[in-house]
């Protein structure tokens, strides 16, 4: 017997097949979508929007946001999360202020006051020290990562607040006397007309991406992130990989409240607050899962950008800061949701047929069922 498949039937599982590839396609392209509607809506809604030194500026605030989003996007990859990275942000600024304010030594009657470069990798070391303390409760003692970097988030937030007694850095432009001028360099420079925050993110960026896609650090990591069992089995220094990504972590965050500090000329204790929650934001609105093991800078850089070109452009057309809080909440909602469509997809794509499993050697097979025809047979008189 011969089977034909109707033309009709061919055509319409092809026209589904197309329609899940361009769902597919939309799903994962989420975060370039909003981003362009974003532009697009803030452009016909204010003339000031969408200019080349409007876009510039923005941009400079994005990176601040980027920056946090990219370090804790290697801790979401790996499973965990970071909430210490504002209260981190906050204490790189005030110790940078201090640094700049000059570091007095009673002991040697004398007051240092170091070079711009110095405070850079002070700043940068104190941040990457965060990120170690974080790592190890994470990974040697087992700490659960919500509850290590919530009690870090207190303690380094009550380190900058006793620092400065509650009160702010200002002025931190230096002195050329003193030879600590060219903090603000940071902050208000640029170079081909681009600023320097901007530049620095997308240095971050480029080297984040390579570490993760061209490196054995990145494989190590995507596979930790995905199964931490089954890499510590394929050998995997799992605990080293996840020491690192809180350090990376705290050493981005460090960067970004350099630039922060550098672009309002002073440092505040209170700096930083609640942009734990805005880089989460942005690596879920990147399509990264917050289980682990799925993302990429590339997302998580565009989520950044939707986030702050979305808060820049309430801010220019006169939405009260409340509202932005309420637009920023339902974009990272709508995100998660998306998020959770996507990778449950995926699940049950991807989840293999269980195989019925072979009788153990020394079980007896049980006879098969007599058929219907062998019970008529059987009951039958015999002739």
Known sequence: MTTSTHPGGRASSEARGRSLD???????????LALLAVIVIFSFLSPNYFNVSNLLTMSSHVAVYALLAIGMLLVVLNGGIDLSVGSTLGLSGVFAGFLMKGVTLPFLGVTLFPSVWVVV????????????????????FRVASFVATLG????VRGVALLMTNGLTYNDLSGNPALGNTG?????FNKILGV???????????????????????????????GNERAAELSGVPVKRVKVWVYVISGVSSALAGLILSSELTSA????????????????????AALTGGRGNVRGTLLGAFVIGFLSDGLVIIGVSAYWQTVFTGAVIVLAVLLNSVQYSGRRRTAKPASPTPDPAPDTPTPAPAPTVEQDATSASPRR
């Open 22 to 32: 361009l769902g597919r396609l939309l799903l994962e392209g989420r975060a370039f």
């Open 121 to 140: 990798v002070v700043c940068c070391l104190l941040g990457a020290l965060i990120g170690l303390v974080n790592g190890t409760l994470v990974a040697r």
């Open 152 to 155: 870090m988030l207190y303690v």
């Open 183 to 187: 903090f603000s360099w940071l902050g």
């Open 195 to 225: 600023p320097i925050g901007v530049l620095v993110m997308i240095v971050v960026a480029l080297v984040a991406s390579v570490l993760l896609t061209r490196t054995v650090f990145g494989r190590w990591l995507y596979s930790s992130g």
């Open 268 to 287: 505040g204790p209170t700096a930083g607050t609640s942009y734990e929650l805005t880089a989460i934001a942005a690596v879920v609105i990147g399509g």
